[in-house]
């Protein structure tokens, strides 16, 4: 299975900030990449889509960037609601595999 | 409105059986591939299996392969999972997901709520 590893594990910054989330793939998986956002106890929430396709209905300030075998999501400017955990999965190959996983905090 | 929604968890010894379903409704069932993904308490999301919009296609997790098996019957517009031989590891929330297009190798536009299966003596 191809192996996602994001970094960093945790981050802490303040409201209005720009942060940005690694994810990095074993293997190249081109652009087929997808980003999550998850609050405690609620399902994940799908917001971008092979690497940098925004989903609907998601804020502008997200966005997603990189091919091959490294990605980010950054958040233009943090807000309150944005704190929740942040998962890359890649789809290039099937054994679909996640990232350990962001969680984004506000300072 | 789209929706899915998972029912079937529950509490089970070691060694059991459990059937875990999935409604779906608010879009066209059969079009879509359709997944199981997991995740253990405090930990990450692990994908389980897919299974293609067509019945007939079907992969797995190599955790939980000869051991479950997904399966759906469009006309309910329905999704399912048998999960036989549970491990104490098996425990964790399982969600229903809609992949994105017709692809089995999607992302995940809809998800369920989760069902929690607790496997434990």
């Known amino acids: 299975d191809i192996q996602m590893t994001q970094s960093p594990s945790t981050l802490s910054a303040s409201v209005g900030d720009r942060v940005t989330i690694t994810c990095r793939a074993s293997?190249?998986?081109?652009?087929?990449l997808a980003w999550y956002q998850q609050k405690p106890g609620k399902a994940p929430k799908l917001l971008i889509y092979?690497?940098?396709n925004l989903e609907s209905g998601v804020p502008s300030r997200f966005s997603g960037s990189g091919s091959g075998t490294e990605f980010t999501l950054t958040i233009s400017s943090l807000q309150p609601d944005d704190c929740a955990t942040y998962y890359c999965?890649?789809?290039?190959?099937?054994?679909?595999?996640f990232g350990g996983g962001t969680k984004v905090e506000i300072k | 409105e789209v929706q899915l929604l998972e029912s079937g968890g529950g509490l089970v010894q070691p060694g059991g059986s459990l059937r875990l379903s999935c409604a779906a409704s608010?879009?066209?069932?059969?079009?879509?591939?359709m997944n199981w993904v997991r995740q253990a308490p405090g930990k990450g999301l692990e994908w389980v299996s897919v299974?293609?919009?067509?019945?007939?296609?079907?992969h797995y997790a190599e955790s939980v392969k000869g051991r479950f098996t997904i399966s759906r019957d469009n006309s309910k517009n329905m999704l399912y999972l048998q999960m036989n031989g549970l491990r104490v590891e098996d425990t964790a929330v399982y969600y229903c997901?809609?992949?994105?297009?017709?692809?089995?190798?999607?992302?995940?536009?809809?998800w369920g709520p989760g069902t929690m299966v607790i496997v434990s003596s």
């Open positions: 299974i293609s919009f067509s019945v007939g296609r079907t």
């Open positions: 293997q190249s998986i081109t652009s087929w």
């Open positions: 999965q890649q789809y290039n190959t099937l054994g679909l595999t």
């Open positions: 997901a809609k992949s994105w297009d017709t692809a089995m190798d999607d992302a995940f536009d809809i």
């Open positions: 608010g879009f066209t069932f059969r079009n879509y591939a």
């Open positions: 092979k690497a940098s």
